[in-house]
């Protein structure tokens, strides 16, 4: 200010406003010996003489003074100083806080008084952790307006469409149309309505993604645990089907609440998110019948589909394609006592599920019987890769199935034949991981040490690591990483492997491109799969 074009250059007197004896003394005091105490009784005075002065390490001892002391009962405080002094971390930090302890902060005083503009950010957050179901989001809101007495329906609307009306039940829904907030805002009423018309049916539900519907919660992932141990096949007693959530990037594991709810078991489980719904497929070991659920992990409830109506199996492969998807290959089943794979049982069969109409319909035959495979889709092609053969052998082969024509194309093969792989897309890129290629004379697995990647233009298998041991893992892709979880349970790896998350990052050179931690799962998990999405608080214990 005493520089430059500012008018301070030019008089010899400069009143200083909004700044108070004490605050000034400190500055200038801390300007000769570099150093500044602050405290609940001089911070109000030392920051705007800071900032007036445009004193740098001052501001910014001020603002991490500020972010170590933030809390349920300081929180709206410093974020009007820092919405004044325009702290940018301070901002982030408060936000933050907010979203992790909404539920707390809503109740106060304080929060009645803040801003429309800082309701509605704290409104539109994906990471808004409430704690609430989001009929009392709505309630905070209404709150907030009747403190306000706005009467603007233009205002209202604003902040009425950062509520996710979907989220909510169908009763929930059907009685706000009775409230009166929503009947008499024309825009409201409509929200409403596209909620209940939502609910209305609840096959079409995963297809709408929007504002209204989209989850509140923690980006991690849903990892199911079949409850099937090896060795010793598929003996389900004593076995049952967890559900988890693992926090990300910490790894943090918790049990989710949903479960399954009843003594059903899954023989090797399928998992896939449409939408925000998670569905699950497998086969109910106690009555040897495929299984097709859908969970809702908004409100936590599980809806049963229609099963596929093949004969149950068990090392099939699924991929989605859009609303639709496509089971392929896998081996007849009728006990679970433990089995040997029999290549009069391994099916070429291709089954597609829709999503909006809940029905299977036969596609047709895969150009081999296989088990043990892998699928992934990119773009309208739905690639098979590996597995064991009706031929007694496993192999390299790699098959593309073109959704929009009905047609199987021939690719070109792997470089190293394998089945129990891992197989995920990325960046409009196939990754396949480990797997084995037989078994010794022992009974062992011949594990295979390759990571290879397939380039979808030049239809071309490149090896990217050689020294990469996994069978029966899963995988999922997040932050344009692969994570591959868990694995060969009690077989011959050392260390076992059925705890551990090994982190593909596919921008890095060999060997900083993988990341190994052990132990990090909640169980051993071999016939295990994972789902990456949005996880709502409310259902994480």
Not at 175 to 188: G, K, Q, S
Not at 326 to 350: C, L, Q, R, T
Not at 391 to 404: N, Q, R
Not at 467 to 489: L, R
Request: net charge negative.
């Amino acid at each position: 200010m005493f520089s430059g074009s500012f008018k301070e250059t030019k008089i010899h007197k400069v009143p200083m406003q909004e700044i108070s004896f004490a605050g000034l003394k400190a500055v200038v005091e801390c300007i000769y010996t570099a150093k500044i105490d602050l405290t609940d009784d001089n911070f109000n005075d030392i920051v705007p003489a800071a900032h007036l002065l445009q004193i740098n390490y001052i501001i910014h001892e001020c603002q991490q003074w500020m972010i170590a002391k933030i809390s349920e009962t300081t929180c709206f405080d410093f974020l009007r100083l820092a919405d004044k002094y325009n702290f940018e971390e301070v901002q982030s930090a408060i936000h933050k806080f907010i979203m992790h302890n909404f539920v707390n902060v809503r109740q106060s005083t304080e929060f009645k008084e803040i801003s429309q503009a800082a309701l509605c950010k704290f409104l539109s957050s994906d990471t808004l952790r409430t704690g609430l179901k989001e009929i009392e989001v709505f309630e905070a809101v209404k709150e907030w307006i009747m403190h306000h007495k706005i009467t603007d329906k233009s205002v209202i609307i604003d902040i009425m469409k950062n509520v996710r009306f979907a989220l909510m039940t169908l009763e929930e829904v059907l009685d706000l149309l009775e409230e009166a907030l929503v009947a008499e805002n024309a825009e409201c009423l409509k929200m409403v309505k596209t909620a209940a018309n939502y609910h209305s049916n609840v096959y079409t539900q995963p297809l709408y993604e929007g504002p209204l519907n989209r989850p509140r919660g923690r980006p991690g992932v849903m990892l199911i645990d079949s409850g099937v141990r090896m060795p010793g096949g598929y003996n389900v007693e004593g076995n049952k089907t967890d559900i988890y959530y693992l926090d990300l990037p910490s790894f943090e594991a918790s049990n989710i609440n949903g479960v399954l709810n009843e003594p059903l078991v899954f023989g090797s489980i399928n998992a896939l998110s449409v939408g925000h719904f998670v569905y699950f497929f497998g086969i109910n070991c106690f009555g040897y019948q495929n299984v097709t659920r859908r969970y809702n992990m908004t409100n936590d409830i599980w809806l049963d589909l229609k099963g596929n109506p093949s004969s149950a199996k068990v090392d099939l492969a699924m991929a989605r394609h859009g609303n639709h998807i496509f089971s392929i290959g896998g081996m007849d089943v009728f006990h679970f006592s433990g089995y040997d794979a029999e290549p009069e049982k391994i099916s070429d069969e291709m089954f597609e599920y829709s999503c909006r109409r809940n029905q299977w319909h036969y596609v047709g035959r895969a150009p081999v019987r296989c088990m043990e495979h892998a699928a992934e889709c990119i773009k309208d092609l739905v690639y098979i890769t590996g597995g064991f053969l009706s031929t007694d052998e496993v192999s390299d082969k790699v098959f593309a199935y073109d959704v929009k024509a009905d047609l199987w194309l021939t690719k070109k093969s792997m470089n190293h034949a394998r089945c129990d792989h891992v197989m995920a897309a990325l960046n409009d890129n196939l990754y396949v991981f480990g797997g084995r290629s037989d078994t010794n004379a022992n009974g062992g697995w011949i594990r295979v040490p390759y990571i290879e990647k397939y380039d979808i233009e030049t239809d071309q298998w490149t090896v990217v690591d050689n020294d990469f041991y996994s069978v029966c893992a899963s995988a999922f892709v997040a932050n344009e990483k692969i994570f591959i979880t868990g694995g060969e349970g009690s077989r011959e790896a050392d260390p076992p492997h059925g705890k551990r998350i090994v982190v593909f990052d596919p921008q890095e050179p060999a060997p900083n491109h993988i990341e190994v931690h052990e132990e990090q799962l909640p169980v051993e998990c071999e016939n295990h799969a994972c789902v990456f999405l949005t996880v709502p608080e409310l259902i994480v214990n």
